[in-house]
């Protein structure tokens, strides 16, 4: 029992459980309801896809552990896995398992969708994760940007297996709308979790300048970041007035969540970047972040309320 539970904060249970269920809200919250889009995948692929992400996202936090032990060791002791309570043997072994079994089953739903060049993106995705954990992490923003593009990529794959195949001269503006409104919830996902990446950076300068990584505290110094964190925090806060704005503005529940559970942590998150902070202050801001992206993803509950068929 100790040892499943210990793969399963290894593999970070509930980072996947969030993009399991991303995945399943864009395909049935948002794709699905309305009956006025096509779309190619049935629940048996559907399925297939979402295994395939959740498999190359795990090994991807696998072996990221792998190589982060010494940096581990010092930034968070207690939380170290690999090599203490499961050896590194025994997790080198379920990466390789969990990338296969992912790549596989993404050439499989590719060539079941007839879109076989498709099958490309889970050797594309596996094979950054592993240089992000062997090297692009250890580089002042390429790594946080590469780990932010991917977990926007796992939004925005469910479109392009969805969607995009199904694509004809009579459907294509309806297609390319929703399209398009996926690729909003993916770049929301790319600035948040560009946030948090940076906010770990942070967390963990000590370890990291140990191991001789150049990110981008040490770099700069740690106020420089957090100014820079406070910029990009503005983004995503002009982003949700905007939508808002233009696309919200008659449907009061919309608008009512979107300024509840979304822009006010965003303000409060920025704000608190304009005072001194502590590391605990870090770790609150780290968690702000991620309940942010899970109402943000919740928030594709909303759309059949605001679209009509």
Known sequence: ??????????????NLFLIALSQILVKYALIEPFGV???????FTFCLLVTATLLIAAAGYIINDIFDIETDTINKPTKVIVGRKISEK????????????GVILGFYVSNLINQNTLSSIFVIVSVLLYLYAVQLKRTILVGNIIISILVASSVLIVGVFDLFPA???????TQSTFFFIIIDYALFAFLINLLREIIKDIQDINGDHKANMITLPIAIGVDRTLKI???????????????IVIYLYNYNLAVGYFL???LGPLLYFSLKLLKPVSNKDLVSLSSLLKII????????????FIIKP
Request: proline letters at 3%; one cysteine or more; glycine letters at 2%.
């Open 1 to 14: 029992m100790r040892i499943m539970i210990s793969f399963l904060k290894l593999i970070r249970w509930k």
């Open 37 to 43: 889009v096509n779309f190619t995948l049935n629940t």
């Open 90 to 101: 025994l997790a080198f072994s379920a990466y390789v398992t969990f990338t296969s079994i």
């Open 167 to 173: 694509i004809t001269v009579k459907n294509q503006v």
């Open 229 to 243: 964190v406070f910029f990009i925090s503005c983004l995503p806060i002009m982003a949700v007035i905007y939508y």
């Open 260 to 262: 509840l559970f979304l």
């Open 293 to 304: 992206m899970f109402f943000g993803v919740l928030s594709l509950l909303l759309y059949p």
